[in-house]
């Protein structure tokens, strides 16, 4: 598997975040320990605000965000946009 942070903008404090595990893996909770390390380390580097866009029939990937705190909204491509903020609080929660 593997996690990321890309399109970091230090100034606005913003970066999306992606992540998958190969099929063999998958239900271990493996991408939600991964997640919230990823963001606490994204904390670490000044980020209050993480993003990712998640195909809407991938109910597990969404659940890994919505799990560490992240908000999620459907848009109008089949895809659900998530939101996690980092200010303000030890834990994430939405914005």
């Known amino acids: 598997g593997a996690i990321s942070l890309s399109h970091i903008d230090p100034a606005g404090g913003t970066a999306q975040i992606g992540y998958w595990v190969g099929s ?4 271990h909770g493996y991408c939600t320990r991964a997640v919230r390390l990823m963001l606490e380390q994204a904390r670490r580097q000044g980020i209050t605000v993480v993003r990712a866009t998640v195909d809407e029939d ?8 919505e799990h560490a705190g992240a908000s999620s909204y459907p848009t109008s491509d089949g895809k659900v946009f998530c ?4 200010a303000h609080s030890p834990e994430p929660a939405s914005c």
């Not at 991938?58 to 965000?65: D, E, H, K, S, Y």
């Open 58 to 65: 991938n109910v597990a990937g969404r659940r890994v965000l």
């Open 24 to 27: 063999r893996h998958r239900r």
């Open 83 to 86: 939101e996690l903020c980092l």
